[in-house]
């Protein structure tokens, strides 16, 4: 694989209240990543403040906390090629309304509070946040027979 990365990504308590985790996994499967390890956990005020801390003090700081606790939420490692940036461009921009069509965001959310799904922006945050929400022993790696028809060089 070429520049083979790993990064978090979360469905948050509006997707999976919705029942959107089937086919946000599914877009991210069909995309050509693997998913290495998932969780589907309660979060803390205190692991959420950990985790947005870059945010704080900015105005939708305490909003983003309440709603990032308010509910379940599915936490994963995807890993592929560019997989950071191939993440981010099959959800799309923060706001769903600024949102290519065909992301994620675009095709299922309205609102910038309510946009369904976080993930790491780069390779630094990736890092950073899959230690912060996974053990080393709760990534699997493995392959997939097919790697070669997504990933292989002619």
Known sequence: MINNQRTLVLIKPDGVQRGLVGEIISRLEKRGL??????????????????YGA?????????????????????????????????????????????????????????????????SDSVETAEKEIQMWFKKDEIFEWSRLHEDWISGLN
Not at 56 to 66: A, E, R, S, T
């Open 34 to 51: 693997m998913l290495i390890a998932m969780n589907f956990r309660q979060v803390t005020k205190e692991f959420a403040e950990t985790h």
């Open 55 to 119: 945010h704080i003090g900015k105005p939708f700081y305490n909003g983003l906390v309440k709603y990032i606790t308010s509910a379940p939420l599915i936490a994963m490692v995807w890993e592929g090629t560019e997989a950071i940036k191939a993440v981010r461009q099959t959800v799309g921009a923060t706001n769903p309304l600024e949102s290519a069509p065909g992301t994620i965001r675009h095709d299922l959310a309205l609102l910038t509070s309510r946009n369904l799904i976080h993930a």
